[in-house]
């Protein structure tokens, strides 16, 4: 039982590792914008299947897909950015629905071009198994976890010493007041989107490689990503990253100990618990009373 119970924990977290990816991205965009990208799920499923589409076609290992669906996503996400930006009023609320149509539309995309079977990569080096003591996981599990949290470190970095990074924050904290500092707002919330896709790209190539993909899945990585910003609180990049380990690491206990039909429950039970006791989140609140 114990060592059921470690592997549950391990590949909890290596799950946890992809959610971060997708998580950073949904919390930069609303960072900057004050909006909820519900299109941001669909990004990821729309690198995912890029990566499908150079494997089979090719031949070739899906990380070989990384430049490809770079630029397909980024382009996706800077139109996204142009349709949300033209909204002046009540730009929550009709971002809203406008992102979430445009999932919409992507789902039904790529309904059309790759059918709704079920994906997965074929490519055996990424299947291998790895052994870390008593537990095992993928090779594509380990590599992008050991990728992801390398993504994190280098987000942070870009947030805490660059000048973009400078700048996002500080449209985020009082966008008129980075007006007056010479900042363009128009300029670094389109940054922090393209940002986003290359965090999106990353994300659902790593989900193309280790796990198996249909164009239903986009929505469900979108809610996943909204749960992990609240319990992470918005603007920490560590917090974000250890409520995604959270939620992969409860996920997987609830499959191992009850049942893989409650793995989506516990997660909004968590959700929920989180919103009604601590608002700010896990890693939020110390920050909002400093």
């Known amino acids: 039982m114990t060592e059921l119970l470690l592997q549950s924990l391990y590949s909890g977290a290596l799950v946890g590792g992809i959610y971060a990816l997708i998580a950073l991205g949904l919390s930069l965009a609303f960072g ?19 990566a499908y589409t150079v494997e ?23 139109i996204v950015y142009f349709l949300v930006a033209r909204l002046t009023r ?11 149509a445009l999932g919409v539309i992507l789902t039904n995309a790529m309904l059309m071009i790759w059918s709704s079977d079920i994906r997965s990569t074929g490519n055996a080096t990424l299947q291998d198994a790895v052994q870390i003591g008593s537990v095992y996981s993928m090779v594509s599990e380990l590599l ?10 280098l987000l942070g970095w870009w947030l805490s010493r660059s000048w973009y990074g400078r700048a996002v924050r500080a449209v985020s ?21 393209l940002v986003a896709g290359v965090l999106a790209t990353i994300a659902g190539v790593a989900i193309y490689s280790s796990s198996v993909i249909s164009p239903p899945l986009g929505h469900a990585l979108t809610v996943k990503a909204f749960i992990i910003t609240v319990l ?13 380990l959270l939620l992969g690491i409860t996920e997987a206990m609830t499959v191992t ?5 409650l793995q989506e429950l516990a997660g909004m039970v968590l959700f929920l618990l989180v919103l009604f006791v601590m608002p700010n989140g896990l890693f939020g609140a110390s920050r909002r009373r400093g």
């Open 173 to 193: 904290s009082n966008r008129d007041a980075a007006k007056l500092m010479g900042i363009n707002p128009a300029r670094v919330e389109l940054v922090s989107f």
């Open 232 to 244: 992470a609180g918005v603007g920490s990049v560590p917090g974000v990253l250890l409520a995604a």
């Open 144 to 153: 992008f976890f050991v990728l992801s949290l390398a993504v994190a470190a």
């Open 257 to 261: 100990l009850f049942s893989s039909a």
């Open 90 to 100: 009540y730009r929550e609320l009709n971002s809203l629905m406008l992102t979430f």
């Open 32 to 50: 900057t914008m004050r909006i909820i990208n519900l299109a941001h799920g669909e990004l990821v499923l729309l690198a995912a299947y890029v």
């Open 56 to 78: 089979s076609r090719l031949g070739v290992n899906p990380l070989v897909a990384l430049p490809i669906a770079l630029v397909v996503v980024c382009a996706c996400a800077a």
